[in-house]
């Protein structure tokens, strides 16, 4: 089994990942992984050197497919509503809010991939 983990800075972070989860064995396991491939996110990546390119581009690591790694950035103009309405609201609240609103973001992304079926696309 094969683990990707994607980051901004993973370049910088990784040199002393093995030596973290190491120290932290109770609670940091990755085991059952044969392979842990890292990777840095295509909208981050052009703004590192140009070594990092070759070392931490999706592109080049197999079974990553045309990932972005870039998901959580996609999703900052969609959570700028709530940043506002978030102020007055308890922390559990505001918690339950934006549960609830990642919940139909995927749900609206899982619906919509049966459309390309449709068409005769494959996701996968």
Same mark, same amino acid.
């Given at each position: 089994?094969?683990?990707?983990?994607?980051?901004?800075?993973?370049?910088?972070?990784?040199?002393?990942?093995?030596?973290?989860?190491?120290?932290?064995?109770?609670?940091?396991? %990755?085991? !059952? &992984?044969?392979?842990?491939?890292? @990777?840095?996110? =295509?909208? *981050?990546?052009?703004?590192?050197?140009?070594?990092?390119?070759?070392?931490?581009?999706?592109?080049f690591?197999?079974g990553?497919?045309?990932?972005?790694?870039?998901?959580?950035?996609?999703?900052?103009?969609? %959570?700028? !509503? &709530?940043?506002?309405?978030?102020? @007055?609201?308890? =922390?559990? *609240?505001?918690?339950?809010?934006?549960?609830?609103?990642?919940?139909?973001?995927?749900?609206?992304?899982?619906?919509?991939?049966?459309?390309?079926?449709?068409?005769?696309?494959?996701?996968?």
């Amino acid at each position: 089994m094969q683990l990707l983990m994607v980051y901004d800075i993973m370049c910088q972070y990784w040199v002393n990942f093995r030596k973290r989860v190491k120290r932290n064995q109770d609670t940091l396991t %990755f085991k !059952k &992984f044969q392979k842990v491939c890292v @990777a840095v996110g =295509k909208f *981050h990546l052009g703004a590192h050197v140009h070594k990092c390119f070759w070392e931490y581009s999706l592109n080049f690591i197999v079974g990553s497919g045309q990932i972005d790694g870039e998901i959580m950035e996609t999703l900052w103009s969609l %959570f700028n !509503k &709530f940043a506002v309405m978030g102020r @007055a609201m308890s =922390k559990w *609240h505001r918690r339950e809010i934006l549960n609830d609103h990642m919940r139909d973001v995927n749900w609206k992304k899982t619906v919509g991939m049966s459309e390309y079926r449709i068409l005769g696309f494959s996701l996968c």
